[in-house]
Nanobody
């Protein structure tokens, strides 16, 4: 599956952005999906995941209550709604697909396909 992330940009602290990830190729609903981010000088980290049918979600603690992951299998698109953004949310955000559907996973190495990343910059 090919993934294309978009929607990043510059936003002030407290603002909102919605990221999208368009999938093509193999059947989108075959995959659990995840969002990761990588800040300058840091390792890539897990942000959120959603099951193949959208029924289950999981978030890292630092974004709980502020970010919402969702998907539209009819449109082959994954979303990340980000509210109450903080400067520490600044990073390149990546979407990823995991072919293991039995549980939501958080490890970078568990995901099989990756998008190219979209930059989110939050100014203070």
């Amino acid at each position: 599956v090919q993934l294309q992330a978009s929607g990043g940009g510059l936003v002030q602290a407290g603002g909102s952005l919605r990221l999208s990830c368009a999938a093509s190729g193999r059947i989108f609903s075959s995959y659990n999906m995840g969002w990761f981010r990588q800040a300058p000088g840091k390792e890539r980290e897990f942000v959120a995941a959603i099951s193949w049918n959208g029924g289950y979600t999981y978030y890292t603690d630092s974004v709980k209550g502020r970010f919402t992951v969702s998907r539209d299998n009819g449109k082959n698109t994954l979303y990340l709604q980000m509210n109450s953004l903080k400067p520490e949310d600044t990073a390149v955000y990546y979407c990823a697909a995991d072919s293991w559907r039995l549980q939501l996973r958080v490890g970078v190495g568990h995901y099989d396909y990756w998008g190219q990343g979209t930059l989110v910059t939050v100014s203070s």
